[in-house]
């Protein structure tokens, strides 16, 4: 599902124009990410999940092409864990 086609959905499920649906949505994924932004982000939603925000160390890897061995800096990444709701939904 593209953000197009849930804009839409959410603007027929909610009987609300697709501009105000489509502002909603932007809200919701400016907001999580100003969350995550945080020293220890975390946004959990009960019943359909939990972002968060992890670092992931300094780590050795190796270019496929050559197998030369390289350093691979660490960085932010977000995870997301699955609620009850939506795996047994699923």
Request: hydrophobic share 40%.
């Amino acid at each position: 599902m593209t953000k197009a086609e849930l804009i839409e959905k959410m603007a027929k499920d909610a009987k609300i124009s697709k501009a105000a649906a489509g502002a909603a949505l932007n809200s919701f994924m400016g907001n999580v990410t100003q969350a995550l932004k945080k020293k220890n982000g975390k946004v959990t939603l009960v019943g359909f999940g939990t972002f968060k925000k992890v670092y992931r160390k300094t780590r050795k890897g190796r270019n496929p092409q050559t197998g030369q061995q390289i350093k691979i800096k660490g960085r932010n990444a977000v995870t997301f864990k699955a609620g009850k709701t939506l795996k047994d939904a699923i």
